[in-house]
């Protein structure tokens, strides 16, 4: 599971309050990214796309006034063709895992397909409550609306059913809100600000870092720390951008090495680390920079998730 931050904990949450776990279950283009940017904002851009664990990977974590969402993929369930029957059933509900709540994801500009049919029906016997969000309305006719609207409410009659629009925003905040009364009473699981997972953040950045010192053993020692910049998810493949911070300008030159050849070592054994962890390709930019004493500027180690002490 994804560990609850301390601080957290300690900050009081508004009396009726909900938090929980929110499953995205959508085929590949019906709108997931575009969605998680249009409700976090462009931060989360960054979706940050790593997991702790296979299962469930966090995307992102939304804060409204009455509910904390976290929205989490699942993997396997939209891949009708990979299994069959019984073991799918079992699959997606392990997939699913313990979230709260499950928001399916269809493209509702086009007519319901196989693939769609299939998704509800494994939905039925899954015992969360599923809100099936119907993307792409921006695009279609009022009658057509309509007519795809009667098809998915048949398939799934008893979940709520929300027209809306990833690209221009049209019916997103009810679709939070439908989400939200689903989940279950309790505090904020994030503090109130995070759009994406930090620690996962940090993972990355001890994975280029323990590269660093790795290939470069006490020549650039502990005065090194990693941002990770962005996150990326670009197709099937994530790009990763981040930036090696050293105190002194002569270890910005021993991290390059001659010609770059010390930071492309560093930088492919960080993208085989990242590989592992992420469950897919990588593509990793990495920038070195020169801040002096970053280790005396407060700023900039809470920036790098040093909090405390
Ligand atoms: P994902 O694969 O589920 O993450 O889908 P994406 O978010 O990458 O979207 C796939 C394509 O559909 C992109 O070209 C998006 O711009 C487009 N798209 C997503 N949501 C909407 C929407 O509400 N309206 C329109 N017109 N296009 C959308
Ligand atoms: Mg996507």
Redesign the pocket.
Known sequence: MVEIPLDSILSPTPAGFRSGFVALV?????????????LVGEKVAITSPVAQTTRNRLRAILTTECSQLVLVDTPGIHKPHHLLGERLVKTARNSIGEVDVVLA?M?G?EPMGRGDQFVLDLLQSIRQPVVIGL?????IAEEQREELIASYSEALPEAPLLP?????G?GCSALVEALGERLPEGPMLYPKDTVSDQPENLLLGELIREQVLHHTREEVPHSVAVQIERVV?DGPRTAILATVMVERSSQKGILIGRKGSMLKEIGSGARLQMQKLIDGPVYLELFVKVVPHWRQKPGRLAELGYRGE
Do not use: C, H, I, Y
């Open positions: 959508g085929r590949p283009n019906v709108g997931k990214s575009t969605l998680l940017n249009q994801l493209d500009s993307n792409k309305q921006d695009m809306f629009s990833a690209l221009t049209d998810e």
